[in-house]
């Protein structure tokens, strides 16, 4: 590059306007750009979330904070040091297949890091009935639901005839063929028969769990409204 | 046209090489064409079947023989004077939705024109699941199932899960954005978590029909292979 | 139909398990079928929602009840006559352009009918920027936000970076060519940059409406799960 | 993972209700989910199906069971102790090319290992139709037939118009450029001219031979319905 | 229009170039547009050919011509008064079904207007495969082949196996649902497995029957080029 | 509509921040907001533009000011009182056929009442490149190019080639069948090889006009900046 | 496999009715099947082709015949023994730009080794229009036109309003992003406003030369049909 | 390749006529065909561009010219010897996310090496508008803006409403799932509610940076045409 222009500008005020600081995107960044970032980052937060991150992408902010966590098949780096609850519920993240674990997963630990309590319910799919019926009484008392399923994506349409709390559905791309790598699942979640079902990108496990924290987000006062917090800002 | 050649030419043969005579697909052919290609078969065949077809045309049709029947919604027009019984068992003909129906009958109708007993379980989709539930023993005595759903097309997976019979899923043009015009359903259905399930084309309950009669047909010797039956055929 | 079952068999229970009783989808039913629904659903129940109802089948059903009104433009019917409050807090539902206003009106009097407080601020797209930014205060007070906009759907992006509250976009088939009737906004909006955003199907102001009310909805005891309440059922 | 979920929970009872047991979906999964599913599933039956296996993941299973078997081609790894006949009649799979064997084989191997006869007709398709015509005397015979093409996917059609037997067709990824990855066979095999075709998704000869066998599938009693049998499950 | 520009501007020079006038794509075009463009042509040339164009176009055209015919369901008005012949051989026009027949009658009249000898061979599609057998020897005659199917588009495919000459095949949108107006049966040619194929547009039967006319074209010396020829202008 | 929010608010500024006054998107608006919108944007600016508008919402806004014109078949109203020229150069307007013209004359006058000059070329597709290449010295006059086609949208490539100014595509929806409404000539202009090239969406004669008008604008000072200029903006 | 069907067949008489042996397509084939079908068409051929072939695959090949050649970037391997001239004319291979060359050398090979005399004409796209007007001369004596081109594929739409000849266009996957992988120069060619073009599989230069030899192939008998012949089948 | 066609053929009046040499493609060339083709125009200009360009390709061109830089993430080659200003103004380069910076430099340094002032603006996006907005003030001083954007792609809608210079929209193929490669992006530029944005194809920062060259050129004489110049030619 010749001239002025930094490459990136990190958002620094994204958690005052909507409650959680900026998240980084891994792919397609270099070592580079991404050292710069998380350092910026992490001089001003407690916690961190890097989504797409690969082993190597890891290891290089690992040099930086080496409380930094990483979960392999969710490909997910996280620094989880600020604790504080932030929600009013529990979030229940549940999924259809066992190969549907990564997203799941993706989306658990966003809501964790971002201050909720998590409750999994994992390999529940739509062929196999009477394993999702036995979590129905448990899922009940979740607050909000992420469901993750690939392949047809049904488990979303079952759950949102069965529970009123409000579904998040992650299509996963497992699948060949007809399922287009996700967007079949995608597509078939979109038309569920179940109402008031939303819906995130294909193994999108991290703006699932970031939409179930928005939903879940405790309010300093009840039935008012939805300002940012500063509340695991660090204290510079 | 301005030479020799006929425009259609009608198989004759069929009945005798796959079990059922021509079936006449009606839509983009005119009054006339029409007319010739019944008048034809009507000459050889005691029951009829003309898909995608149009009040008009039915009424076209009438002229030539005034037992024809029509199914306005399913677009079906037949003629069922042989009764003679075909199959082995019962087809359970199944839909998500009530606007699924139109399909769903077009299935049935289709599968009884062809000599078998017809069992129709409606308006069980799985968003309320306790109605697919209380059916659940119904159609476990069924020999084959037809499934009809449009919008996400969830019913068939569910289904698979839970009987052993051979299921044909038909996806339906119910829905909107999202579902494309039943593509979605389509491209879902095949990709089914539950195993074994096989797919006709959008809004064809016809072809569910003749391939859950395909899969009923009684053999003239159990265990021995599929040769023709000239039964239907008319004595002439 | 020549046999035993019936074409519809309306889910009753819905209202107890989900919440809010169930909801007609017009389009592609006969005026015979929606009459027979509407009549068993209108017995049991003081609210009623019927989406992509035309003029037509709205005066079906108006033979039922006379207190039915209509909203031609969002093509809804809906009896609004138990108006006990069922939300924490708004919902305000957002539109780009005027001409997305009958799928932002969907959303809003579907929420309304559910028991929610609703504030619309339409005609406020990203082309037009101060517009939005006029309004963003208000935003801020809002328990939920549905956004809805056609074309290249920018507008939940802009609102995700700006507020902390669940945002559910609402892609319109405002539109035409690239916009492929809707399904780029609709992709588009699931590819978002801002985190937390979760998207309905194309034009479906009622599935957005149903789900801000899923995520707005009181709890018997806060911090509960979502058990479904009888509370809007009718006294018989 | 931080809480008590089990990621995987193996459908035991799948064989009672629908007549085989619980087939693993390799691709994925991790050579620990693998193993664990594995040894949870030959702990109670006698043959296994693991379809889309890797050499190295039959590597990992092989060390629970030394009979296990794999074919690579097809990356179906099976295990067939229990070999007691449960069809009706015998099987026919055909495939186009020589290209498509691996996936007719796929189908081949998993109608057999659920008990059925099977006879492979390879190489016939319909740019030499000489071939096919051949073998019209012996496909006559089969209760089944399973129909394995890719480009353009013609097979079916073919085949549809001479035979009365069940046709369940499956297209291939084999071809290039307009063959989408075998989603134009997937079409084309749904558009198919001859009545009564159903299909399942590209490259998916296990869905085809599974479809086969519940089709083919003995009943208890003749044409009763279809109860999940018992028999393959090992007595513990 | 505000200034200069003339509208339209006839490429009069386009038979001694490519051997053919100028043909009137009709559709979109005003009738003012459509008589200005029709008189200039005729005022040089002895043969016309407008496709795809309505009655009232036709209409309009006859009042200039009062030779011009009309083919409706083909949608093709055309005058053909000079009827030297220009082929080297026959073309054989070949349909799958009779509702395919108003594309191959576009077909044939084209090549007949071009100079050449045309011989129809309809409803001989592959379900029927002894129908197309039984033509076999008369379309080994043809100097070209002109295929057209809808549905699937498995037709050129089995003539490919079977035939040397050249095969231009046309998909038509004859079919529903997975056929995609016909896309799928044009994607389903291009990927034949039979070699040597060529493909035109969904319903182009004015395409097949030109690029007919380019192969069949009898050259002024055997081996030599294709410069155009001037013999059906009109002398003035 | 049940509270506060108007349904539209008119960007009355965008005129001094990018140099034109708001226009109207027609397709979807009833007749009543098309009137309070068209009424505050006459009260503000002598000039007005409104696309994808019906004859009778013409006769709407007529009823506003009886000055507005219309061109039907590009289906544009507008009001051309203001005439100062504001382009540095001219614009050409080209196109490949002639049923391409309404798109291109929707840029020709979109561009007119932006103030520039416009030169239109019509019918010059590259099946004719003769009339083409004796319009190259023409071209090559123009400060920009805007060039419409439909079917193959080839005709940019080839003038990219030919000219160095800035060229606009815009495919048009001229074709059918693989042509997919435009879809096909607009991916070919993306993908052109000739280089610099860039393309608007389908149809979109208005946006090509806008964008020529963008380029070909004035600066007050040479060299310097875009800022907006209120110079068609009524003295109120 | 464990029954009596052989995986392959070669279909030996296709020369006789078609008048080129069968072709081998290589891709997805194990080295053993390669082996055991080049053996056998080796036995009764002196020419031989193998397409998409593999260096390794040629090399398998290669044991078997040492004269056999490989043209790498087309991935063709060929023996070419006989070469009776079978052509009337000569073919001209034209491509738009030197990375379509590979699939350009594939057609020509394919033709030259069917018995004709090729004429390259390479790096002549349309972005530079005076090299293709420069071999506008040559290419007028040519019997047909195989024209390859990627990115939007206008190529054979310039040549088809220039050339009297029959154009076969092949469109390649050369490009990226909006060319779909050639995709979108296939459905632009099939788009053409140029008249009587055919067009292939994308980056079939196979299937282009085939095509061609059919068109050129030198009758008996002018006028006459076509016989296939056995003139380059080895004498056994 | 065995006869005499040259494989490529340098346009060397392209500068002539449209002012910029050649532009090497390097994707699929091999290493010799690159060789030979940049030899030649090096041999004839002092300035050169080689997009998509690898690291190996580079260094096989750098033996020709050991001046030749490389930028790596954006794959692009680049002689910039003749520094000749030729544009009237600024061209702004702005990018939504740092993952875009690799398309956004290739835009720039192609507008750069082809004689324009450029100006980078980074890591802008909608979701923090803030930083955005900071940059307006600049922004409005450009000739030309460039936005690129991948994920939904908004920027240049948001943009269009800002500022009153031309907008060339580039989408890249950042995200995944519903982001289709970079498609959804461009299709949402094409469809941006914002008037008179144009788009080039996905990552096509060269083709951007080219069209903004386009537009910024000066002219020999104000208000006139675009003449090419040869004045950055090689005096040879």
Redesign the interface.
């Known amino acids: 590059?010749?001239?002025?222009?930094?490459?990136?500008?990190p958002?620094l005020?994204?958690e005052e306007?909507?409650?959680?600081a900026?998240?980084i995107?891994c792919?397609?960044?270099?070592d580079e750009?991404l050292a710069k970032?998380a350092a910026q980052l992490l001089a001003h937060h407690d916690n961190l979330l890097a989504t797409?991150c690969s082993q190597r992408q890891y290891e290089v902010m690992l040099t930086l904070n080496n409380k930094l966590k990483y979960h392999a098949?969710a490909r997910l780096a996280y620094l989880h040091e600020d604790k504080t609850p932030r929600g009013?519920?529990k979030i229940a993240v549940v999924s259809?297949?066992?190969?549907d674990?990564p997203v799941a997963?993706e989306a658990?630990?966003t809501a964790?890091v971002m201050g909720n309590q998590?409750?999994?319910?994992?390999?529940?799919?739509?062929?196999?009935?009477?394993?999702l019926l036995q979590r129905q009484e448990a899922l009940?008392?979740?607050?909000v639901v992420v469901a993750v399923a690939g392949?047809?994506?049904?488990l979303p349409?079952?759950l949102?005839?069965?529970?009123?709390?409000?579904?998040?559905a992650v299509?996963t791309?497992?699948?060949?063929?007809?399922?287009?790598?996700?967007?079949?699942?995608?597509?078939?979640?979109?038309?569920?028969?179940?109402?008031?079902?939303?819906?995130?990108?294909?193994?999108?496990g991290?703006?699932?769990g970031?939409?179930a924290?928005?939903?879940n987000?405790k309010?300093g006062h009840?039935?008012?409204?939805?300002?940012?917090?500063r509340r695991d800002t660090k204290a510079h």
């Open positions: 590059m010749t001239n002025q222009a930094a490459e990136f500008w958002d005020q994204r306007r909507i409650g959680f900026e998240v995107y792919e397609g960044k270099s750009q970032i797409r098949s009013r519920g259809a297949g066992t190969t674990v997963e658990a630990i964790e998590v409750e999994r319910h994992y390999d529940i799919g739509v062929a196999g009935l009477h394993r009940m008392q979740a607050e392949m047809e994506g049904a349409s079952v949102g005839g069965l529970l009123a709390a409000p579904i998040i299509p791309s497992v699948g060949y063929g007809a399922n287009l790598q996700g967007i079949t699942a995608l597509l078939a979640m979109l038309s569920s028969c179940a109402p008031g079902i939303s819906v995130v990108n294909v193994d999108n991290f703006g699932a970031y939409a924290a928005r939903i987000r309010r009840e039935g008012g409204g939805h300002e940012g917090t």
